[in-house]
């Protein structure tokens, strides 16, 4: 189960800072792909060497885990997967303010 009461209402599709710490160490930004809810964990995709790739980490572990934009603000990767227009509407819908992404 999930502990951290701002990881509670995550779902599907959204998105997180991300610490692959076993494979490619260091924050980025992913997107939610898979909810395990007996477990607390999820699977994120996110990029690295122009490559997509898969990393399951519990909601709870602060180390790999975070809410998006609070450890890295370096979104390319999220604009990149997901499109202007849908990243923006994410941001807005996150509570961010949204002038020019480019």
Known sequence: PVH????????????????????????????????????????????ASDKNYLYWAHLDEQT????????????????KESGKENLTKRLIEMGFTVNNIE
């Not at 790999?64 to 990767?77: C, K, L, N, P, R």
């Open 64 to 79: 790999e885990i975070d809410t998006f934009m609070s450890q890295t603000t370096d979104y390319g990767a999220a604009k």
């Open 4 to 47: 951290t009461d701002i990881f509670k209402n995550y779902n599907k599709g959204d998105w997180v800072d991300v610490n692959p710490v076993l494979r490619h160490p260091g924050w980025t930004v992913g997107e939610i792909r898979r909810l395990d809810k007996h477990s607390g964990q999820v699977q994120i995709v996110y990029e």
